[in-house]
């Protein structure tokens, strides 16, 4: 997972997380120990956004880098989630890693990554990705499987062995994090939790009941 956070994770993973004066280096942290450690996808999220009538919605995500920007993932554009985004540019992400007993809450407005960005990722992906990125019409209505199937077959001879262009429609947004609170499981339901609110360019910290 690109970062630019050194991981100490003796002091913050095995020590008392609560003694951390800075949120990203402590998720920094806590990713790296929940990639040794989940079966599947460490950086899937919760990724929770509202429609204009301010009904919520949320579906499952995956991260594809932080630093002290923000919390960035790709989507198409048009879709459910692309269009709420767009509308609302507020969204809130949760990580739960269950074999660490332990979550991370995050929230804050979202902007749009660079095309430097999105194409940098975009040209990353498999070529199968890519093609599917031109073929899904996502959140629309399928008439059945072999409809995109069709469109599969139509973008693979379309763009032949050569290169696949990104999208108009395709890119990412950055969660900026106001807020990012930290979880982790204790005996008897009496859990610990850190939240953290931004002020400009610092952090302040508070404990929660459980």
Known sequence: MPSNYDNNVSTLTKGDFTEADEP???FAAWLEEATKSEINDPT????ATVDDEGMPDIRMVLLKGFDARGFVFYTNFDSTKGQELLQSRKAAMGFHWKSLRRQVRIRGPVEIVSNEEADEYYASRPRGSR????????SRPLESRFALEKEVARYTAKFGVGTIPRPDHWSGFRLVPVEIEFWKDGAFRLHDRVRFSRNDNSWSKVRLYP
């Open 44 to 47: 899937a999220m919760s990724l």
């Open 131 to 138: 093609i599917g990125a031109w073929a899904s019409k996502q």
């Open 24 to 26: 990203l280096a402590l």
